[in-house]
């Protein structure tokens, strides 16, 4: 290739699966213009200019490589060379088994590495149509909040309705507002630390009137043309879920097993609220668990009912957006790419993907599928016995298109073994292989 040949891709989308996504190309000597609307155009959700900001939770769910799905997500993501994955290990904070993230040092990690790279130009500005074919390969990464231009031409090309749901997001509060004579440290079963989290007890007469203030608190309005949009199953307002059963929080997010209450230790709590670390100081806690959609002044009124927070400050209260994302069983091929348009790929929430390291890790392979395609080669997928292979298999096929919503990686994305299994050592059998399947792909691609 001649240098006059060179032509940079170009990924649209600064979220963490368009700097995945770019990462890649990079490390490939790809040159890449990577455009980013903030701050010029904003969004309901995020809170800076940054690339890759966190705007819900701070955690990345378990780190677990040997046990959990998500956790073998994370390791594929660190042997393929991530970005993602290498800024949070760097600004990590105590979660137990979880990855959990200083947000604002990640966010810098980020955008410092990508700013400071000779093939990446940030480009500051709106999309509002879908990229030309004289830009050449394009990435599309505009996750969950695309804006209504782009989204309109969206649809446009594909012919399809955009389908939707609402992310909740939770409140952080000042830990020096928490009180620690009512409030202790400790992980459920003193996983991690053993100390890892904030514990806030109540009693079941606590509970039943914080269950009646929550139901009862005023929630956000949902405009006309959002009242049928479903919710996304794994981040459910805090107060939906208490709307299918007044136990159904013990359950959840407030289930209080696994704690001893060092204050009262021969009395069990009827229910726990926990908060987990959210910056690497230790000075931000998350509620965990807590998305919502209460109006801000039921938010501080109703979780200063729980013990240890009656004097709570917020460092941001919770709130509420819409996230779109394309049915991509029909409209994306095997390589991410818009079957209307291939010159385009998709990568992120918006391919249906859900989570903060699964959008990254279509990132990822999006960046990887561009690169090949580049140099005039055709793109590999990892197999469907991989984290990453499985999920980029069930967003571009393996998913009833009739039926199609989002989805976090899990096992049950893993084709089964031939051979039995006995169920106990399942998860770990379905860990090995991917990781080994894994290591075999990379070695033939890389």
């Given at each position: 290739m001649t240098e006059r040949d060179i032509k940079p891709v170009h990924v649209v989308g600064g979220g963490l699966a368009g700097s995945e996504a770019t990462w890649q190309l990079v490390n490939a000597n790809?040159?890449?213009?990577?455009?980013?609307?903030?701050?010029?155009?904003?969004?309901?959700?995020?809170?800076?200019?940054?690339?890759?900001?966190?705007?819900?939770?701070?955690?990345?769910r378990s780190d677990d490589a040997e046990?959990?799905?998500?956790?073998?997500?994370?390791?594929?993501?660190?042997?393929?060379?991530?970005?993602?994955?290498?800024?949070?290990?760097?600004?990590?904070?105590p979660a137990?088994?979880?990855?959990?993230?200083?947000?604002?040092?990640?966010s810098q990690h980020v955008q410092e590495t990508l700013e400071q790279h000779p093939l990446v130009r940030l480009s500051r500005e709106e999309v509002t149509g879908l990229p030309p074919e004289d830009w050449g390969q394009t990435i599309i990464a505009t996750g969950p909040l695309t804006s209504p231009a782009l989204a309109d031409a969206i649809q446009a090309v594909t012919g399809e309705e955009a389908l939707a749901f609402f992310d909740a997001i939770a409140p952080i509060v000042n830990k020096d507002s928490i009180n620690m004579e009512k409030a202790w440290f400790q992980s459920r079963y003193d996983k991690g630390d053993g100390s890892d989290y904030i514990n806030c007890p109540l009693t079941g007469e606590q509970y039943d009137a914080f269950l009646d203030a929550?139901?009862?608190?005023?929630?956000?309005?949902?405009?006309?043309?959002?009242?049928?949009?479903?919710?996304?199953e794994g981040c459910l307002p805090i107060e939906?879920?208490?709307?299918?059963?007044?136990?159904?929080?013990?359950?959840?997010?407030?289930?209080?097993?696994?704690?001893?209450?060092p204050h009262n230790p021969t009395e069990?709590?009827?229910?726990?609220?926990?908060?987990?670390q959210d910056n690497k100081l230790g000075t931000l806690f998350n509620i965990v668990g807590f998305q919502t959609k209460l109006k801000h002044g039921e938010q501080t009124r109703t979780f200063?009912?729980?013990?240890?927070?009656?004097?709570?400050?917020?460092?941001?209260?919770g709130g509420l957006h819409r996230n779109t994302f394309l049915n991509s069983p029909r409209v994306l091929d095997s390589h991410l790419r818009l079957r209307a348009a291939p010159h385009i790929r998709f990568a992120g929430q918006i391919t249906g993907c859900e989570g903060y390291i699964e959008s990254a890790a279509v990132g990822l392979m999006a960046g990887r599928f561009a690169a090949a395609e580049y140099f005039g080669t055709e793109p590999s997928a990892p197999g469907i016995t991989t984290a990453i292979g499985s999920l980029i298999s069930h967003i571009t096929g393996g998913a009833d298109e009739q039926t199609f919503q989002p989805m976090n990686v899990n096992f049950g994305l893993f084709p089964p073994f031939e051979e039995?299994?006995?169920?106990?050592?399942?998860?770990?059998?379905?860990?090995?292989?991917?990781?080994?399947?894994?290591?075999?792909?990379?070695?033939?691609?890389d």
């Open positions: 790809i040159p890449v213009i990577l455009h980013e609307m903030r701050p010029v155009q904003k969004t309901d959700a995020h809170h800076t200019d940054k690339l890759a900001e966190l705007v819900c939770s701070n955690s990345f046990r959990s799905a998500i956790g073998v997500l994370h390791e594929e993501m660190r042997r393929a060379g991530s970005l993602i994955l290498s800024a949070a290990d760097k600004h990590r904070v137990g088994g979880a990855l959990a993230v200083d947000r604002d040092a990640f929550l139901i009862a608190g005023k929630k956000t309005e949902f405009k006309e043309w959002e009242e049928n949009t479903p919710y996304f939906v879920i208490a709307s299918r059963g007044r136990r159904t929080l013990c359950y959840g997010p407030m289930k209080p097993v696994g704690l001893t209450n069990k709590p009827f229910a726990v609220v926990q908060l987990r200063r009912m729980i013990p240890g927070l009656e004097e709570a400050t917020f460092a941001r209260l039995r299994i006995h169920k106990k050592a399942r998860k770990a059998a379905y860990a090995k292989r991917a990781l080994e399947d894994f290591q075999s792909w990379l070695e033939t691609t």
